[in-house]
């Protein structure tokens, strides 16, 4: 079993910073074998994927965060961060952290972000 728990949310200006964290618990071998996400739901739209970083290293960002955000994992503390720079309102949304262990999915239980005008 694994439980993931988000911080790092909250509300920021745009054009402002925010770091998310995501750490997970159980053993770190299986925290290592899992490719790694952040997914964001906006009020009234459905659930998308933002960045994703496998357990061999490979990233992909969804393209309206391309330049902007950058996911990172630190494997030893069982964490993975998001990074968002350059934040605009429309960024404004919960975000979850993901695990993939297919065919099991695991999910926090989301941090708000929101961005002002």
């Known amino acids: 079993q694994v439980q993931l728990v988000e911080s790092g949310g909250g509300l920021v200006q745009a054009g402002g910073s925010l770091r998310l964290s995501c750490a997970g618990s159980g053993s770190t071998f299986l925290f290592n074998v899992m490719n790694m996400g952040w997914y964001r739901q906006a009020p009234g739209k459905q659930r998308e994927l933002v960045a994703v970083?496998?357990?061999?290293?490979?990233?992909n960002y969804a393209d309206f965060v391309k330049g902007r955000f950058t996911i990172s994992r630190e494997n030893a503390k069982r964490t993975i961060y998001l990074q968002m720079n350059s934040l605009k309102p429309e960024d404004t949304a919960v975000y979850y952290c993901?695990?993939?262990?297919?065919?099991?999915?695991?999910w926090g239980q989301g941090t708000q972000v929101t961005v002002s005008s």
């Open positions: 993901n695990a993939d262990f297919s065919p099991t999915i695991y």
């Open positions: 970083i496998t357990s061999g290293g490979t990233i």
